[in-house]
Nanobody, 119 residues
């Protein structure tokens, strides 16, 4: 069982930066693939970035070169550094932890943190 808690969301001007954090409980955080998703008002939740245990990151096209996902296993925390923010990045951001256990997908979500990009 993993519990996740996001933080770091805020109101920021276009072109600004934010770093989101997702703190996880549990001693086996390091074996989970971690992902960030976001959900804008009136839209479906969409995938943003993935950081698997082998370190090969992947990003949604619109955030490539602007967002960076990273993790600190000693602190049981995954981060999303967001630079050059745009109004269209406005959304609730969620972190997600997944791993396959005996052929079954275990997936855990946080409660989300609001990011608003506006002048």
């Amino acid at each position: 069982q993993v519990q996740l808690a996001e933080s770091g969301g805020d109101l920021v001007q276009p072109g600004g930066s934010l770093r989101l954090s997702c703190a996880a409980t549990g001693r086996i955080f390091s074996i989970y693939t971690m992902r960030w998703y976001r959900q804008a008002p009136g839209k479906q939740r969409e995938w943003v970035a993935t950081l698997p245990t082998d370190g090969n990151t992947a990003y949604e096209d619109s955030v490539k070169g602007r967002f960076t996902i990273s993790r600190d296993n000693a602190r049981n925390t995954v981060y999303l550094q967001m630079n050059s923010l745009k109004p269209e990045d406005t959304a609730v951001y969620y972190c997600n932890a997944i791993r396959v256990v005996d052929g079954n997908l275990a997936s855990y979500w946080g409660q989300g943190t609001q990011v608003t990009v506006s002048s």
